[in-house]
């Protein structure tokens, strides 16, 4: 998976139209009429048709189908394939049809999409979106296309966004989003049990979670700004053997086995920087 710096360049807005209103549809299209592209956008519900006219953003007719470069289809996963089948017929011949998911290859769009010999792509931002407020500049954009046009629309697109982009072969996509989702919703799952073991010790679930959030915060931090290694903090890179024995003593066996298991993996990351004795002590209470 290669970072690519983004080139520098003045072409042509291409004309987007977007099949669904949703978190990420939202967001995208929000931004892309900041920016002025050619943009419209196609809501299956009456809601999302109310809430594009709210903010300003055209509804797709029959001629913004059919001159569109882009069609993304910010659908859930599951509907790719529907959306695609629903749209086809009304694009032009060389619109390509773009998805946003992590998870899907090229594939996903169905026979009736690859026959129809346009380019398909994938534009999958690595943004926990909740709300189509919620700002995707700054993150970045994993890209996949069939076509080096597509592939240069797409880069294009992530530059107006303030994305940065990263291409995925198609034959890595399930290992690719099994990592943004272990660096995202199960982040979210590891906050829950961090609040259950300080729930355990007597705090109520508010409280816990309103103490730990900055904490979790200011290890982001620490390997954003110093690395795996030195970002490190905890009983582990200390060596402290005593603390994290009093700690697995401490834990349910369920949270105990997460506690074994992650505290594993930090001790392969800092594990030669400790006196071998000590290391092996914390690989015995570990296992
Ligand atoms: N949310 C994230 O954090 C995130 C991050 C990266 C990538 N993605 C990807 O982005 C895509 C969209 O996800 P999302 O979170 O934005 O979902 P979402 O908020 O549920 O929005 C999906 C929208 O799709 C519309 N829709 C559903 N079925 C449809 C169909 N058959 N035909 C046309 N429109 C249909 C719905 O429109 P109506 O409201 O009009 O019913 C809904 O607004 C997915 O592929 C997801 O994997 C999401």
Known sequence: MARRRKPVTTRKPPAVVIVGFGRVGGAIARALKVAKWPLAVLPRSQDSVRRAATSGIRLADH?????????????????????????????GPSTALVHLSGALTLAAFGQTAIESKRALGSFHPLA???DPSDPLEGHT????????????SLQQLARVLEMETIEVPESG???YHAGAVLSAGL????ADVAVSSLQHAGLEREQALRALLPLMN?????LSARGFSKGLTGPVVRGDVGVVQAHLDALPAELGSL?????R??????????????????QRILA
């Open 265 to 282: 993996r930090t001790l392969a990351l800092v594990g030669e920087s400790l006196p071998a004795e000590t290391k092996l002590a914390l």
């Open 63 to 91: 001629d913004d189908l059919k001159a569109a470069q882009l069609c993304l289809l910010a659908v859930p996963d599951a509907q790719v394939q529907n959306a695609a089948e629903l749209v086809l017929e009304d694009l």
């Open 173 to 175: 996509r399930a290992a």
């Open 218 to 222: 200011s290890a982001l931090r620490g």
């Open 187 to 190: 982040l979210v799952s590891l």
């Open 128 to 130: 926990a979106i909740s």
């Open 141 to 152: 954009a994993a890209l996949a296309a069939t076509t080096p046009t597509l592939l240069a």
């Open 259 to 263: 506690y074994r298991l992650l505290s």
